[in-house]
T-cell receptor
Framework: QQQVKQSPQSLIVQKGGISIINCAYE??????FPWYQQFPGKGPALLIA?????SEKKEGRFTISFNKSAKQFSLHIMDSQPGDSATYFC???????????FGPGTRLSVLP | DAGITQSPRHKVTETGTPVTLRCHQT?????MYWYRQDPGHGLRLIHY???????DKGEVSDGYSVSRSKTEDFLLTLESATSSQTSVYFC?????????FGQGTRLTVV
C-alpha cells in the first residue's frame, strides 16, 4: 500500500515533442506528490510538486496533472529538449513530507 | 546541494567487512535520510532520523544500522557487507516538504 507505480520505464522523445510519465498510488494518506529529476552522477533534485487539492500545476514547460479519484498523477514535459534527458522519479509523502516513497524511475532520452 | 556532503564518494570493499558511510549537513535540519538506489527499484528508504539519537527503520533496513550523535552527522553502517549491498547510497535532508539529496556514494562489495 506504500508503493508508487511509475510508467514507462524508459521513454524516447524527439526534440520539441511532449514527454508524459505516469504514476499511480494506493495509500489515500499521501498528501504531497513531488517529481524529482536526476542527471547521471548526481543526486535527485526537486522539479515540481503538487498537493491533492489541486488538479494541475504548471511551471514553465513542466506540468503535473493530478486525478485524486483515480489515484493517479502524471508529469508532462512540453517542447522536450535534449537537456531534459535524465531519470525522473515520482514520489509521494504523508505527514506533510515526513517520509517519501519513490517510484522506480523513468529514463527519458530526448533526441536532437 | 543544500549543504549536504557524503563521504566517501566511491568505495570498494570485500564481503564480510564493516563499512561506514557518512552524511554531513551544514544547515541544522532535523530530518535526515539514507536511501539506496538500484536499477528498477528507484530510491528505497533504509533508515531515517528525526533528531539526535532518534532514528527509525525504513523499508530495506536489514543489514544496516545508523547513528546520529550530532545534528549535522548521520552515519550508515553495514555491519558485514554483502554483494547484495552493492548500490548507490544517497543521504537526504528534509526542508519543509522538500527533500534535498547529497551527491551519492557508490559502494561496490566484491
Amino acid at each position: 500500500q506504500q508503493q508508487v507505480k511509475q510508467s514507462p520505464q524508459s521513454l524516447i522523445v524527439q526534440k520539441g515533442g511532449i514527454s508524459i510519465i505516469n504514476c499511480a498510488y494506493e495509500n489515500t494518506a499521501f498528501d504531497y506528490f513531488p517529481w524529482y529529476q536526476q542527471f547521471p552522477g548526481k543526486g535527485p533534485a526537486l522539479l515540481i510538486a503538487i498537493r491533492p487539492d489541486v488538479s494541475e500545476k504548471k511551471e514553465g514547460r513542466f506540468t503535473i496533472s493530478f486525478n485524486k479519484s483515480a489515484k493517479q498523477f502524471s508529469l508532462h514535459i512540453m517542447d522536450s529538449q535534449p537537456g531534459d534527458s535524465a531519470t525522473y522519479f515520482c514520489a509521494a509523502s504523508w505527514n506533510y513530507g515526513q517520509n517519501f516513497v519513490f517510484g522506480p524511475g523513468t529514463r527519458l532520452s530526448v533526441l536532437p | 546541494d543544500a549543504g549536504i556532503t557524503q563521504s566517501p564518494r566511491h568505495k570498494v570493499t570485500e564481503t564480510g567487512t564493516p563499512v561506514t558511510l557518512r552524511c554531513h549537513q551544514t544547515e541544522n535540519h532535523r530530518y535526515m535520510y539514507w536511501y539506496r538506489q538500484d536499477p528498477g527499484h528507484g530510491l528505497r528508504l533504509i533508515h531515517y532520523s528525526y533528531g539526535v539519537k532518534d532514528t527509525d527503520k525504513g523499508e530495506v533496513s536489514d543489514g544496516y544500522s545508523v547513528s546520529r550523535s550530532k545534528t549535522e552527522d548521520f552515519l550508515l553502517t553495514l555491519e558485514s557487507a554483502t554483494s547484495s549491498q552493492t548500490s548507490v547510497y544517497f543521504c537526504a535532508i528534509r526542508d519543509g516538504t522538500e527533500a534535498f539529496f547529497g551527491q551519492g556514494t557508490r559502494l561496490t562489495v566484491v
